[in-house]
């Protein structure tokens, strides 16, 4: 009997020890959603700004803590201004079509310029000397993500931007072979009467 009771006494203890375990691992999972969901929301912002969806003076109220307020600062600083320069007339001209290039990561420093304002205006003033190694180890975990799915976004968009680009100056390489083909066939026709 107190055999039996031993046992179901670790039985119990193994059974605690599991749901702590679970408890942790929980936790875990709910920190690496926080930082997915805060990167996430870094670069949908961003990107958001760069459309022009929205202003930068809705920036303070996407982001609820000084610490996220201040990593979005630090994120906007760290991406590349302009990374897909116009390598392609963006406007159609005679009968080719012209390609635009995409504004979704294309960050101008007018841009980044009005981010650093609304930023430091909402941000209080004993907060504004802060270093990105001051911020918590979850906001720092978050701005590497964010870092990271902007950076790929904008190599996927620069591959896209460039393959319409191809795709629009082999266009215009085959209607001009056409036409000195056509020409040179009119010639020939001519030369023949």
């Not at 920190?31 to 670069?43: G, L, P, R, T």
């Not at 600062?73 to 995409?102: H, K, T």
């Amino acid at each position: 009997m107190a055999e039996n009771a031993e046992q179901i006494l670790d039985a119990a203890a193994d059974e605690t020890a599991l749901t702590e375990d679970e408890v942790y691992v929980r936790s875990e999972e709910e920190q690496q959603k926080f930082e997915s969901d805060f990167a996430i929301k870094m670069v949908d912002t961003l990107v958001a700004i760069n459309e022009q969806q929205i202003s930068s003076y809705e920036i303070p109220d996407r982001f609820f803590t000084t610490d996220e307020l201040s990593c979005f600062g630090f994120f906007s600083n760290s991406v590349p201004i302009n990374p897909l320069p116009a390598v392609y007339p963006e406007n159609g001209f005679l009968i080719f079509r012209g390609v635009p290039v995409p504004k979704s990561v294309n960050l101008t420093a007018s841009i980044l310029e009005e981010i650093r304002h609304i930023i430091k205006s909402s941000v209080p003033e004993d907060v504004q000397g802060l270093q990105l190694s001051d911020l918590s180890s979850e906001t720092i975990n978050a701005y590497q993500i964010a870092t990271r799915i902007y950076n790929d976004r904008v190599e996927k968009i620069q591959l896209s931007y460039l393959a319409n680009v191809k795709s629009a100056k082999a266009q215009v390489m085959e209607i001009s072979a056409a036409v000195v083909c056509g020409f040179v066939i009119i010639l020939t026709l001519v030369s023949l009467a």
